[in-house]
């Protein structure tokens, strides 16, 4: 269905809802009183089949809160909006009938001090109890870091709740610094000796605050933070910053970077995918394939080295195009690089899908059901390997996508080995867009200069891990009032215990693995 | 499994010969500004491009304090008088007062990794270490998953509020002779995240650094500089330096 008939159908259902056009015909708002909220986002969401993308919560004159969604092509894009006077801090939950937006509303607790009625779990989650007490609130515009600072109260004897509650059951913990070179990250399993019954993780060990610290600064300082928060997917973060500022300077950015900015977010999906698919041989194992994988991965970083200067893009994507040119011939050279990577990655899968032992190990392994994954509203490979699909390339398409023809590859499993598939098959269409782009590169400039206006800019896209959205306000000034960033590893780690469940313990490395989270990209 | 023997043999060495040998690979290194005798562009211009104040100027030199570099391109494009730009790697610097590791270590060493609120990057540089292009077991290098067998701590990330404790436990938790390495701006200065309500400015607040690897993130070959700085196998780099040693408060030269 068209996103105007659903308005149409929804102002017949709720007489009170406004509907205005928000950036273009295909983004609509819906506005509605803050008691109406739930049951038109659990329309949407369950009868309308659109995908919950996340909560933004602004501070302005008065409350603020949308609700986003989006679907398929001509469905367009909502924002189920609801505004309250400040003192007003009660709101009906929506994740009751969104579970999707269950982690969005506990963010909201703790960094806004907003209660959310009939939301099941609240307290410790970004702003950990046992270093802050409750209601510290450092997303409100009156929070003074000093006095929070001074007044610390931590609870010392604060203990993560137990969820298994059977004779014999304990709680195993990992982290935050476990082995090697992994991310700060805790993990709850609570167990009953060589099974693990549950495992959750309790993230924001590396929490920076980066909304926080947006507050107020200007475009140019605001894409450095847009960039490296997360490094590792640097490129498509600093794409959906620039492309939100765009929004808001109704810039037309040339051709020229458009196709360009598709062939760098595949080279560092291509890039992304190796490491992680580097990550899944060596947690079961396998060193030859480890050693094979981490060749390619690097040989993709020397690549983008090579190419563009840094290994991780940083400094590439800027508002109105790209920071500066490249020229045909190294282009040409690259694609023929790429191209290298990507055979060799699929000799390495050949043997690897001839290794029992492997396949034993990742096969039925940490599964999720594709309703599961619905409900939960995850994201990118780990959404597609269970069979649901909700990549912006294609159904928001954005840069050059819609002149590029691939495939998303999808799987029905939903287990580690359906993960592994479908992240091995998207190098494979990265590839083949990188070399459309280049076989079809337009001359002309890369960058457009351009003047951004006061209002709010929303723009999604689908990094490595999945899909994006950072909501821009802009003041007069051009210095932003509030930056919200939903990252698919915030979405995705939501659903990581749906895959923890009655597993060996020798797995969870595994689990972990095929997911492939990031979280510096949850923590921001 | 003998399929997977013959694959890892056909592959053959591909290992840097760095440090015996020299590595100019092309895309090993995002490189470095570096600072210029003269300068023949307007000095202002460029020094307003930085937006970390990482570009001083004195008596027409442009210093850089690489410490506070994010590679964020701007003295290199988009302007007229880029920059020069060093394409090398070798930037680890040692702070004073500080000395490798005693001799008996040199030819195996175990690194404790810590991250402390890092971007993904700089972990993932150091992961691959590990690469077979790297190898840094060759050297007598190892990661340790326990803090009790580390010589060196490797801290990433500009220290998050939530990490202070977990990293002075896996300092505390060494033997001495120890040795602490930051690496990357944002363990040397708390880069663009610190310091703040919950991100600090960097390592030292907390623990002794003796070894700085700057970069946004540094390349592979950088954080090895360190290693073998760390077990006096190689000198430390004097260009890199914290430029503060030198610089007063109003960005002039003493
Ligand atoms: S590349 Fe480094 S020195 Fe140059 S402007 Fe950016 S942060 Fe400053």
Known sequence: MKIQEIANQAKVFWTDVEVAVADSSLTLEFRCKPKEVAGLCDWLFNQQNYHFSGLVVEENAIWELHYLFVGQGEMGRIRVSTVAPLQECRFPSVSVAVHAADWHEREAEDLFGLVFEGHPSMGDFILHDDVWQEGVAPMRSRFDPVSALANRKPRHDWRPKRVVDVPGAFVMPIGPVFSGTEESVHFQLETIGEEVLRAFPRLFFKYRSVEKIAEGRSIDDVILLAERFSGTTAFSHALAFSMAIEQLSEVDVPERAQVLRCFFAELERLRNHLGTIDGICSSTGLAVATSQTAILEEEALRLAGFLAGHRYLFGLAVPGGLSRDFDNQSLRESITRAKGIVRSLDEIEKLLIDTSSFLDRIEEVGIIGKQQARDYGLVGPVARASGYCNDLREIQPYAAYDACTFDIPRESEGDGYARLRVLLSETKQSLRIMEQAVAHLPDGPVFTKSKATAGVGLAGVETPRGATWHWVRLDEEGRLKRYRLITPSFTNWHGFHLAAENFAFQDFPIILATFGLSVAENDR | ?254
């Open chain 2, 1 to 254: 499994m003998s399929r997977w023997v013959i694959k890892g043999l056909q592959t053959g060495v591909v290992t840097t010969r760095y440090p015996s040998g020299e590595e100019t690979t092309p895309g090993i290194s995002p490189g470095l500004p570096q600072a210029m005798p003269s300068y023949d562009g307007d000095t202002r211009t460029l020094i307003a491009r930085c937006p970390t104040g990482a570009l001083h100027r004195a008596d027409g030199r442009v210093v850089v304090e690489s410490r506070r570099c994010l590679h964020c391109y701007r003295c290199s494009r988009g302007i007229a008088k880029p920059i020069s730009w060093d394409s090398g790697f070798e930037w680890a610097s040692i702070r004073e007062g500080s000395a490798a590791l005693p001799a008996t270590f040199r030819r195996s060493i175990y690194i404790r990794v810590v991250d402390a609120g890092d971007c993904g990057a700089c972990l993932n540089e150091t992961r691959l270490l590990n690469n077979p292009f790297y190898n840094m077991h060759r050297l007598g290098f190892f990661i340790t998953p326990t803090p009790r067998k580390a010589d060196i701590l490797l801290v990433v990330g500009p220290v998050t509020d939530h990490m202070k404790t977990a990293l002075s436990k896996a300092y505390d938790a060494m033997p001495t002779p120890k040795r602490v390495m930051a690496v990357g701006t944002c363990a040397l200065s708390g880069g663009i995240f610190g310091p703040g309500f919950v991100t600090g400015a960097g390592v030292s607040d907390l623990l002794p650094v003796d070894v700085e690897i700057p970069g946004c993130p540094p390349p592979p070959l950088t954080i090895l500089h360190g290693l073998l700085v760390l077990a006096g196998r190689k000198s430390a780099s004097q260009s890199t330096k914290p430029v503060s040693a030198h610089v007063n408060e109003e960005g002039g030269i003493r």
